[in-house]
């Protein structure tokens, strides 16, 4: 293109967590390409993803034009005018509220919208369902950090900066995280970090690509990170690695902590995890023993019945080597989606408010009445991944989905149909007609990240600017003027507000946001800042808990190894294990409208330990049935030595073999989150 063709918009990549900023090139009112620009988190790098997989999908034929609602004698939608859709969604869900009561209601939003998506949902259901029923997709992928990280450190956010953790550091302890893939742009800088000289300890059921780089790569076996966890901090009292001045003045509960793990030995762990003591020394030794050495982790971590102690046990091993309040070092959980740290930091949760504040504080509750102008309720609501038993069990009755597509998403596909399809009635907010849009009585098309302003917070807690860069065709609507229109109509007074307004009343309502407007996010030479960020004239935080933690002192939590829930047996002798590859995101509801992607990575397939399909008798390539306790899907057999013997491998983005039909929702006790990444699975020759 001619340059003087080209309108630039600079912008928030809407994937991945990391947040890299490009400039969004605009020709007549069609979106032509993206080109990486100098942002804190990505130095002007992007992934495949960013470059290619970010543009087309708003422009696709698929998008969702018109209101739809649908027949239920025929299953089939039709079109209608926003009045009607509207007035309908509002009546129904105002009848089902009288007839059964607030807490018969549910609204989930979405860690791919905006922050200001995000704090009108939760508003919408505190201020006219009248329930703490809100929830968003967090719950599934990274709420053991935000529980995990706020009971140990206070704040449940990673605590350093990606550049920080990633450059000048002596190690890096990689766990349950596969950042080529899932987080390339970090990955592409952890690479740079090891050419430049730093240890880097890889701790994963899988060869991923920085196995290759790694000087100790711990092959654990699936659901075995807190026995892991425990044998670090074993090794590092035995053998004198622990920091005895930092453990004896900012912290509490090493003596309780200290008495478990005495049980972890090297011999020991390694039997549970299935990897060599000497390594597991070896690891602890360089880890404890490196000036600066973040610990880097991801849904490895967290996805299992176990994933907030997990996420503890990350807080306990780095507690105990002085590692955290400090440049190079932290626990930083790569968040997943583009902004799942702003759905958690906009109180999209049934528990707190924007900011973490809790609903149950009778003060802060105040605060919040007195700025929305209602009463609300005072009883914390379902997390989402207690809605869909709650529905089945019909207590809940009307659910309102912005941006989710749990169908696809969530884990044991069956129980989700079933729930979705027991509700009174289903609305949900989107740009495609997706698989839990189908199951909808009403459809409402909204608007993507290209097409209005806003912000994103990436997974180093930086606040960060979304432009509007085109206009199109169709009756789509600005998903926060859907919310206003449609909270007006439940006879809530609430005027439509720009982005600008909104994130203005959050950050009001919200100390952590208290310093944070768009004018400042202009005007900042980074164009972002980090919260917290309290007041004007504050520059944000960059590294949390330097001096002091959030909650006084780190608490050690005393985590004890329990196994996964459901094991491999006779029937079902394989363990699966699942995650995400370089060219898609998630349900490929945008990265599935980008052809090249698709060329590259278009079906589902399932890794296979080569002893395993020799035993079986299955060929590389071949199509085999995949079957677990809940489900049976297809998939093609790839034959490698990249998993253990008994263990196997599958991506969650293809509905040709969504192994969301195959896994376990058995829940955290404490985030309720489920346990995606351990179940027992058979293979078969079709
Ligand atoms: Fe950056 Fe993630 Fe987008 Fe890739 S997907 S360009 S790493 S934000």
Not at 318 to 347: E, I, S, T
Not at 359 to 375: C, H, L, S
């Amino acid at each position: 293109y001619r340059s003087w063709e080209i309108q630039r918009v600079r912008t928030t990549c809407p994937h991945c967590a990391v947040g890299c900023q490009y400039d969004l090139l605009v020709k007549n009112n069609k979106l032509v390409g993206a080109q990486g620009v100098d942002g804190p988190s990505n130095g002007g790098r992007l992934c495949v993803k960013g470059r290619f997989g970010s543009y087309k999908f708003v422009m696709s034929d698929d998008r969702l034009t018109d209101p739809l609602i649908k027949d239920r004698a025929t299953g089939k939608f039709r079109k209608a005018s926003w009045d009607e859709a509207l007035d309908l969604v509002a009546s129904k869900f105002m009848a089902l509220k009288r007839q059964y009561g607030a807490d018969s209601l549910a609204g989930f939003a979405c860690s791919r919208s905006t922050n200001e998506d995000i704090y009108m949902v939760q508003k919408m259901v505190r201020t006219c369902f009248g329930t703490n029923n809100t929830d968003n997709c967090a719950r599934v992928c990274h709420s053991a950090s935000v529980e995990g990280l706020a009971k140990t450190l206070g704040s449940g956010a990673m605590t350093n900066p990606i550049y920080d953790i990633t450059h000048d550091v002596e190690a890096i302890l990689l766990i349950g995280s596969n950042p080529e893939e899932a987080h390339p742009v970090v990955g592409m800088q952890i690479r740079e970090a090891v050419r430049k000289g730093a240890k880097l300890i890889v701790v994963d059921p899988r060869d991923i690509g920085l196995t290759r780089q790694a000087d100790i790569h711990l092959k654990l076996r699936p659901g075995t990170n807190i026995a892991f966890a425990n044998g670090m901090c074993h090794i590092f009292i035995k053998e004198g690695l622990i920091d005895e001045k930092f453990i004896a003045e900012r912290t509490e509960g090493f003596q309780a902590l200290k008495k478990i793990v005495k049980d972890y030995t090297p011999e020991r762990v390694a039997k549970i995890c299935n990897i060599d003591p000497d390594d597991l020394r070896a690891a602890a030794r360089i880890y404890a023993t490196a000036k600066t050495a973040p610990i880097i982790y991801c849904l490895g971590v967290t996805e299992h019945s176990t994933g907030t102690e997990g996420v503890m046990s990350m807080s306990n091993m780095a507690m105990m080597v002085g590692k955290l309040g400090r440049k190079g070092c932290g626990v930083n959980p790569l968040r997943g989606q583009n902004n799942v740290q702003g759905a958690c930091d906009m109180g999209a949760s049934p528990t707190q408010y924007p900011g973490y504040q809790p609903v149950t504080n009778p003060e802060i509750r105040a605060k919040f009445e007195k700025a929305w102008g209602v009463p609300l309720p005072s009883e914390v609501g379902l997390h989402a991944t207690d809605v869909f038993p709650a529905a089945i069990r019909g207590e809940i009755k009307g659910l309102y989905i912005c941006g989710e597509d749990p169908v696809v998403t969530d884990p044991d596909t069956h129980h989700v149909i079933k729930a979705l399809s027991a509700l009174d009635f289903l609305v949900v907010q989107e740009l495609f007609m997706t698989e839990t849009a189908l199951l909808a009585d009403v459809v409402l098309p909204g608007r993507s990240y290209a097409e209005k302003d806003g912000t994103f917070t990436n997974t180093e807690r930086r606040v960060q600017r979304v432009r509007k860069a085109v206009t199109l065709p169709g009756n789509s609507r600005l998903d926060t003027d859907i919310l206003c229109d449609l909270m007006r109509r439940m006879g809530y007074n609430q005027p439509n507000l720009s982005a600008a307004e909104i994130f203005n009343e959050m950050a009001s309502l919200t100390p952590s946001f208290y310093g944070i407007s768009y004018e400042r996010l202009e005007n900042e030479p980074t164009k972002s800042l980090q919260w917290p960020c309290t007041d004007k004239y504050h520059s944000g935080t960059s590294i949390m808990h330097t001096g002091k933690f959030t909650r006084g002192l780190g608490l050690f939590y005393p985590t004890v190894y329990t196994p996964a829930q459901e094991l491999p047996d006779k029937e079902y002798p394989l363990m699966l294990t699942t995650g995400r590859i370089l060219y898609h995101y998630n349900t490929r509801a945008m990265t599935g409208k980008t052809e090249g992607l698709m060329e590259i990575a278009g079906h589902s397939f399932i890794e296979i330990n080569t002893k395993d399909a020799e035993h079986l008798g299955i060929r590389q390539g071949e199509r085999i049935t995949v079957s677990s306790r809940r489900g049976s899907i297809t998939s093609e057999a790839r034959i490698s030595d990249k998993t253990n013997p008994g263990e196997c491998w599958m991506p969650f983005h293809f509905p040709d073999g969504d192994c969301n039909w195959l896994t376990n929702a058995a829940l955290d006790q404490f985030a309720r989150i489920p346990e995606y990444k351990v179940c027992a699975c058979r293979i078969e020759k079709l």
